[in-house]
Nanobody
């Protein structure tokens, strides 16, 4: 059973940068496909970024492509979301997720068994 704990959220001005971390315990993150989702008030949880176990393949939501980068450090059992050129519409609670399976549903929350508790990101204009 993998436990995930996010950190790094906060308040940042538009155009700024922030890096979110997600530390895993109870299992090796290297054995999992990993992803980031976000959820703004009143909206459904939406896909942000994804990386396969091998780190060869990544995918991003169109809204963040070119600005966000997903990565992981297997030695630290931690995944990251590097966010640049932040916009007010990026404000949301960000969640990390992991799955032992490579699923075609990787862009949907149902594709993941393990979730972090979320960290708030607020981008001011």
């Amino acid at each position: 059973q993998v436990q995930l704990v996010e950190s790094g959220g906060g308040l940042v001005q538009a155009g700024g940068s922030l890096t979110l971390s997600c530390e895993a315990s109870g299992g090796a993150l290297v054995s999992h496909a990993v992803a980031w989702f976000r959820q703004a008030p009143g909206l459904e949880r939406e896909f942000v970024a994804w990386m396969t176990r091998s780190n060869i393949n990544t995918d991003y939501a169109d809204s963040v492509k070119g600005r966000f980068t997903i990565s992981r450090d297997n030695a630290k059992n931690t995944m990251y979301l590097h966010m640049n050129s932040l916009k007010p519409e990026d404000s949301a609670v960000y969640y990390c997720a992991a799955s032992t399976f490579l699923s075609i549903a990787y862009r949907t929350p149902g594709g993941y068994a393990y979730w972090g508790q979320g960290t708030q990101v607020t981008v001011s204009s």
